[in-house]
Structures are given as structure tokens and as C-alpha cells.
């Protein structure tokens, strides 16, 4: 586990240990005790492949058991990322936002313990375990703000970023055509509350509220055709 380099510093609630061996399974074992919630928010991440991988399949693991995510993340970190893991979490209920406010990188699990730690190329790297509530409570705080203060993952996506199904790009160009739902869901030949459920699923994944803001978003990322989808046979 958490191999400590302050032993001290324990009882003040913040200890710091190393970066090396199995940190990133330390920190992801920390994650997946998440009661409640987790706030991840990465500006400047490690070289460690491992770090990315398991994020990944802890975020799943925790989306699956129905917790909160928040997902922040700074523009140079997104563009180092696969987009896809992403778009599923976004799928799954992830909420995540994007910013160019100077952050700090720091995990926080239900308001009870912290990890801050450097990124790539720091010159003295560190790593702290936080437990001190008033510490906390400013921590969480901050990267609430600094969440709140950020733009949807959307718009820092482009066409190629946002991969649909060729049932999903007939459902946007049927709500583009203003169709109501009973006529779009006949014309594609599907039952009413499946055209709905991909409605739904478009909001999602465009990040957006709203079926006029799926039409705009979808324009913006050139996924409207501009040929009509053929009328299905009765």
C-alpha cells in the first residue's frame, strides 16, 4: 500500500508518500470505496499508462454502482486522451467539464479523503493523502468552483470525436425535419419508445437538454445529412 515518507505527518491528517511502485493502484483502491461520490479533476496527469487505464475502469465500475462522477479535466489533458472512454462515461452519467483555470490534480471521495499529486515532467513529484476536514472542505470547494466554472465536454469535441450510429444520425435528421414523434418513429420503422429512448441517448451524448439544442449541437459538429433517410415500408 501507500508506502508513507512523513510518518508525522499522520496525525495532522496529511501524509505524503511516493509516486513509485503501485501508487496508481493505491489511489484507484482508495476510488472504488467511493460511498456516495468522486470528484477527479486532472490538468497536468502522469506518464503512467497504468494511472489512465485503471481510471478508466474504476470510473465504469462506479457509474455502474449508480454513484456521482464529476470528471475535471484542462485542455491539453483532453487532447492527450482517447476520446471514447469518455463518451461512454458521459453516456453512463458522468458529469464532465473541461476549463482553462489553472487546477490542481486531486481526487476527492465523499468529502473524507484527498489525493493531490504532480504531473508529468515536475521536478520534485509528489503525492498527498489528505484526511483534515477544514483542508477538505476548502479542496472540495475549489474543485467545485472550478467544475462549475467549466464548459460542457461537448464543445471540445469534433466530428470525428462524436462516433453514432447510422440509426442515431437518422433520428437527428428526422428531429431536423421537425417531425412529430409518432410520424419520425413510423418513418424510420421503429416503435415509438425506442425513437424516444435514442432521443434521449442523443441528449447524453451531446451534452445537451433540450431536443432544439440536440439540432444546434449536431449542426455545429456536421452530423446532419443532407440527404433524406427513406421512408420505411408499412
Known amino acids: 500500500m501507500m508506502q508513507r515518507q512523513?510518518?508525522?505527518a499522520l496525525a495532522t491528517g496529511i501524509v505524503r508518500f511516493s509516486q513509485e511502485g503501485h501508487w496508481d493502484q493505491d489511489v484507484h483502491h482508495l476510488l472504488r470505496h467511493a460511498r456516495r461520490e468522486a470528484v477527479v479533476a486532472v490538468s497536468n496527469p502522469t506518464h503512467s499508462r497504468d494511472h489512465l487505464r485503471l481510471g478508466q475502469v474504476v470510473v465504469d465500475d462506479l457509474l455502474a454502482a449508480g454513484k456521482q462522477v464529476r470528471l475535471l479535466y484542462s485542455p491539453d489533458y483532453l487532447e492527450l486522451r482517447d476520446r471514447r472512454p469518455l463518451l461512454r462515461h458521459s453516456s453512463q452519467g458522468a458529469q464532465i467539464r473541461v476549463t482553462d483555470n489553472d487546477?490542481?490534480?486531486v481526487l476527492i471521495i465523499d468529502r473524507t479523503v484527498?489525493?493531490?499529486?504532480?504531473?508529468?515532467g515536475a521536478d520534485h513529484p509528489y503525492a498527498y493523502l489528505v484526511r483534515e476536514p477544514a483542508l477538505l472542505r476548502a479542496l472540495h470547494q475549489f474543485a467545485l468552483l472550478s467544475w462549475q466554472s467549466g464548459h460542457g465536454l461537448a464543445g471540445h469535441l469534433d466530428t470525428a470525436d462524436v462516433e453514432i450510429t447510422p440509426t442515431a444520425r437518422a433520428v437527428l435528421n428526422t428531429l431536423n425535419l421537425g417531425l412529430i414523434d409518432e410520424a419520425a418513429a413510423r418513418?424510420?420503422?421503429m416503435s415509438l419508445r425506442s425513437y424516444r429512448r435514442h432521443i434521449?441517448?442523443?441528449?447524453?451524448?451531446?451534452e445537451v437538454r433540450s431536443r432544439f439544442q440536440i439540432g444546434v449541437r449536431a449542426a455545429q459538429l456536421g452530423l446532419l445529412d443532407d440527404t433524406p433517410h427513406p421512408v420505411a415500408s408499412p
Open 6 to 8: 512523513q510518518t508525522g
Open 103 to 105: 487546477f490542481h490534480n
Open 114 to 120: 484527498a489525493v493531490l499529486w504532480s504531473g508529468a
Open 187 to 189: 418513418r424510420l420503422g
Open 200 to 206: 434521449a441517448e442523443l441528449m447524453i451524448r451531446l
